[in-house]
């Protein structure tokens, strides 16, 4: 993975070290970070970020939704800047990169213009998204949502967290309720740098993914209610156990992945059972379902299937059941220039490369419906990511940063038509 000598370069210890020093913020004992959406910690982590910006000479504004923007200046002030960010909000149990590596990889290309003394024609812009994971509350990618108009900022602030808490509440409170409108800041393009998330680029020995697409995802929340009743005494055949019930929609959602298989993926990741006692048959239990795939018919297939197999499963326990979709978006086709742009970036730098599709979802895909977007995928370790084992080696969060800082500069010495025809009639 030679990286030519010529290109400019980003400074891969100064961003290790900050990738280390910001996850000692919400650090876990096993080695990952738990930094939940608009907790304490999570303002620490958004200071810290704004502190270094500051530092390198940005401008810090604040949008009403929490979005952090840290722009550094270029030589046309008033055109878009080119944009660059992730998120700092992790999983309870989450990694030191998933996110957090996109947001610092930007700042260090500001570092590094800085260093080497470049100007670029048009402003470079480093951001951080609110609410990205979807674990607080839901659902995910709600900062980079409302930005691209995909949800209102009335819904972004109305989001409620398993404690009645909303979103627009913990803005206030952090001190993250910002002024800056919600639209009004156009940008050029945008690049988000994040780890692969998944096996595939360390089990080939890639060292940068050019991601191309990403995959359409569906939420759902199930609540099934049957009966609360006595263990002991109730005979099987009168029990509405919603707990029974569950476990076959659970079997039916990984039937349902099975099926659409070998791209589709579905996944049971929550599940709270009511009264929660072990002598009580359970009469509510809640659960969500997440299903992915990168074809948005058999998305829909799967949301049908879903439909029916629930109905029959709570007609066949005699539960009531509700259903509801609360999130959804298509597959996402990452702009053909600005993923060239990735290519042709890594390739200059001598790294390995293959195209991808991302699995997980990223604030670059609703970005992708207000700018032209794309994505830099680097490996990590064992594929392993929303866990405290999370890890990737310091020569692949290098590398991705350097392809990010050979995207960024293209584009933001990309000036307006208006511009180029211009100075060509003032050259005639
Ligand atoms: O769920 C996701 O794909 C992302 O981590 N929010
Ligand atoms: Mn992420
Ligand atoms: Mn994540």
Redesign the pocket.
């Known amino acids: 993975m030679a990286a030519s000598k010529t290109e400019p370069k980003i400074n891969g210890d100064r961003l290790w070290a900050s990738l280390m020093e910001m996850a000692k913020i919400g650090a876990t004992p096993k080695g990952g970070v738990c930094r939940l959406t608009l907790t304490d910690l999570d303002k620490q982590g958004r200071d810290l970020f704004v502190q270094w910006c500051e530092q390198a000479g940005c401008t810090v504004k604040v949008d009403q939704m929490g979005n952090i923007f840290a722009r550094r200046p270029g030589r046309n002030n008033h055109l878009a800047p080119v944009g660059t960010g992730s998120?700092l909000d992790?999983?309870p149990t989450?990694g030191r990169f998933?996110?957090v590596y996109g947001v610092l990889a930007g700042l260090e290309v500001i570092r590094t213009l800085n260093d080497l003394g470049l100007e670029t024609e048009r402003p470079v812009e480093a951001s951080v998204w609110t609410n990205?994971?979807g674990s607080r509350f839901a659902p995910?990618m709600v900062g980079s949502g409302v930005y691209a108009g995909v949800f209102s900022l009335e819904y972004g602030h109305s989001r409620t967290d398993p404690q009645g808490k909303t979103i627009g509440e913990e803005l206030k409170r952090i001190g993250y309720l910002g002024t800056e409108p919600m639209g009004n800041r156009p940008v050029h393009a945008f690049f988000e740098t994040h780890i692969e998330?998944g096996p595939i680029l360390e089990h080939e020995g890639q060292t940068i993914g050019v991601v191309t697409d990403a995959q359409g995802q569906r939420w759902y929340e199930l609540l099934l209610t049957g009966q609360d009743s006595h263990a002991g005494p109730t005979p099987m055949p009168v029990r509405r156990d919603a707990l029974l019930g569950a476990a076959r929609v659970i079997q039916l959602v990984n039937e349902i992945g099975l099926a659409h298989a070998p791209l589709a993926v579905s996944t049971v990741g929550m599940l709270n059972v009511f009264p929660n006692s072990r002598n009580v048959i359970p009469g509510k239990v809640f659960l969500t379902v997440d299903f992915r795939c990168p074809d948005n018919a058999e998305l829909l297939q799967m949301d049908a299937e879903l439909r029916a197999g629930v109905a029959k499963i709570a007609a066949q326990g005699r539960l009531e059941q509700d259903l509801k979709q609360i999130f959804q978006y298509d597959c996402v086709h990452f702009d053909q220039s600005c993923v060239q742009m990735v290519r042709e970036g890594a390739q200059r730098l001598g790294y390995s490369t293959r195209d991808i599709v991302s699995g997980?979802?990223h604030d670059a895909c609703y970005m992708s419906q207000v700018t032209p977007t794309a994505m830099i995928f680097v490996p990590c370790i064992g594929g392993i990511?929303?866990n405290e084992i999370e890890d990737a080696k310091p020569e692949w969060i290098e590398a991705g940063a350097n392809v990010l800082l050979q995207a960024m500069l293209a584009k933001a010495n990309e000036l307006p038509e208006v511009f180029r025809s211009s100075e060509t009639a003032a050259l005639a």
């Open positions: 998120h992790s999983q989450g998933d996110g990205e994971e995910a998330q997980a979802g990511s929303h």
